[in-house]
């Protein structure tokens, strides 16, 4: 919808948080985005939603990434950074996103949006998704590798897929590992047992294993293939950039391996191990049933999420109607509007 009399809608974190915890509830705003990036997948089945390969740019302290995709209504861009520095010197979230939705009619921003939130979120509902499709329908033990902001919506998001009633959790930052402890506790209230564990038993023991780590480029894997039982199923999240890997080489050989974005999946995940035949299929075309998912009980089955723009034109999409329902945010007048649109200066500068 164009909207240029009204100028862009601003979101900043406060409205984020405030619409989804006391106008739509968390709980059900994660079912309806759930619902919103299950359309998605189908749509980019049928090519309805276009999306080019992101290109990472590399600093001494961290990457910088913008993700981009359209619609026939809507061009979205996240700018979204990975610094693993920041949580320890500066207090602040390794990973950030900034992102704008834009009218495809006109060019006309529509909404500027904090996306931080967002990200964390729309990554653990695509882990639920393939989650719901790829694991064992009685897999009830969860395991978590790297506990940090990442950890807590994927529990939240798989719990909603799953009848979890344990967790098993480790990361190397005993705070964060914790921190968490306490918050999934109070998240399942009783319905699920937390414990704190170390890397090689979360991952023998869960039926779910879930890495979301920030494994240093070039480094040893963090999740070995004698760890993983027979059914298991993998959402190797951590893992998104060239070098950077957090499943055994091995492992991705013995497994089913299905990807998020396979033109991105190849040269950042955990894909990049592997040959591009060995790439069973991207989630779409599980979702829309061109190949089958999980065929075998003790058939090991991996997610290997890179971080797909889809879900960000998606998650923007329905954030921005659900704010414009509720009032959320406030009008910006960025985008130009000279009293000329063919004479810049006669219209700032000549006046």
Same mark, same amino acid.
């Given at each position: 919808?164009?909207i240029?009399d009204?100028?862009?809608?601003?979101?900043?974190?406060q409205d984020?948080?405030?619409?989804i915890k006391?106008?739509?509830?968390?709980?059900n705003?994660?079912?309806?985005?759930?619902?919103?990036?299950?359309?998605?997948?189908?749509?980019f089945?049928?090519?309805?939603?276009t999306?080019p390969?992101?290109y990472?740019?590399?600093?001494?302290?961290?990457?910088i990434?913008?993700?981009?995709?359209a619609d026939?209504?809507?061009?979205a861009?996240k700018i979204?950074?990975t610094?693993?520095?920041?949580s320890?010197?500066?207090?602040m979230p390794t990973?950030m996103?900034?992102?704008?939705?834009?009218?495809?009619?006109?060019?006309?921003?529509?909404?500027?949006i904090e996306?931080?939130?967002?990200?964390a979120?729309?990554?653990a509902?695509?882990?639920?998704?393939a989650?719901?499709y790829?694991?064992n329908?009685?897999?009830?033990?969860?395991?978590?590798i790297g506990?940090?902001?990442?950890?807590m919506p994927?529990?939240?998001? #798989?719990? %909603?897929i799953?009848?979890i009633? *344990?967790?098993?959790?480790?990361? /190397? @930052?005993? +705070?964060a590992a914790?921190?968490?402890?306490n918050?999934?506790?109070?998240?399942?209230?009783?319905g699920?047992?937390?414990r704190?564990?170390?890397?090689?038993?979360?991952s023998?023991?869960?039926?779910?294993l879930?890495?979301?780590?920030?494994?240093e480029?070039?480094?040893?894997?963090?999740?070995f293939?004698?760890w993983?039982?027979?059914?298991?199923?993998i959402?190797?999240v951590?893992?998104?950039?060239a070098?950077q #890997?957090? %499943?055994?080489?091995?492992?991705? *050989?013995?497994?089913k391996?299905? /990807? @998020?974005? +396979?033109?991105?999946?190849?040269?950042e995940?955990?894909?990049?191990?592997?040959?591009?035949?060995?790439?069973?299929a991207d989630?779409?075309?599980?979702?829309?049933?061109?190949?089958?998912?999980?065929?075998?009980?003790?058939?090991?089955?991996?997610?290997?999420?890179?971080g797909?723009?889809m879900?960000?034109l998606q998650?923007?999409?329905?954030?921005?109607e659900?704010?414009?329902?509720e009032g959320i945010?406030?009008?910006?007048n960025?985008?130009?509007k000279?009293?000329?649109?063919?004479?810049?200066?006669?219209?700032?500068?000549?006046?």
């Amino acid at each position: 919808m164009f909207i240029s009399d009204k100028g862009a809608l601003l979101l900043e974190e406060q409205d984020i948080v405030y619409l989804i915890k006391e106008k739509i509830g968390l709980k059900n705003f994660l079912l309806q985005l759930m619902e919103s990036l299950e359309a998605g997948f189908k749509k980019f089945a049928s090519k309805k939603i276009t999306v080019p390969a992101r290109y990472e740019f590399l600093f001494p302290h961290g990457s910088i990434v913008p993700m981009s995709a359209a619609d026939d209504e809507y061009f979205a861009c996240k700018i979204v950074n990975t610094h693993p520095e920041n949580s320890i010197k500066y207090n602040m979230p390794t990973v950030m996103g900034t992102g704008i939705l834009v009218d495809v009619q006109t060019g006309y921003p529509t909404l500027l949006i904090e996306s931080t939130i967002l990200t964390a979120l729309r990554t653990a509902i695509t882990s639920a998704i393939a989650t719901k499709y790829l694991a064992n329908k009685k897999s009830k033990i969860l395991g978590i590798i790297g506990n940090g902001a990442e950890a807590m919506p994927h529990l939240h998001a #798989i719990s %909603l897929i799953r009848d979890i009633n *344990e967790v098993y959790a480790f990361d /190397v @930052d005993e +705070k964060a590992a914790k921190s968490f402890k306490n918050s999934a506790e109070r998240l399942m209230n009783g319905g699920a047992e937390i414990r704190l564990s170390n890397a090689e038993t979360t991952s023998i023991e869960s039926d779910i294993l879930v890495t979301i780590t920030n494994n240093e480029m070039n480094r040893m894997p963090v999740v070995f293939s004698n760890w993983i039982r027979d059914g298991t199923h993998i959402n190797a999240v951590g893992g998104c950039s060239a070098n950077q #890997i957090e %499943l055994e080489k091995s492992l991705l *050989e013995r497994a089913k391996v299905i /990807v @998020d974005f +396979k033109d991105q999946a190849i040269y950042e995940g955990e894909s990049q191990q592997l040959p591009k035949g060995k790439i069973y299929a991207d989630l779409s075309d599980i979702i829309v049933h061109n190949k089958e998912p999980r065929t075998k009980e003790d058939e090991v089955t991996i997610f290997d999420s890179v971080g797909f723009a889809m879900e960000d034109l998606q998650a923007f999409k329905l954030i921005y109607e659900l704010s414009i329902k509720e009032g959320i945010g406030k009008r910006v007048n960025i985008a130009a509007k000279p009293r000329y649109s063919k004479n810049l200066y006669q219209s700032y500068f000549l006046n």
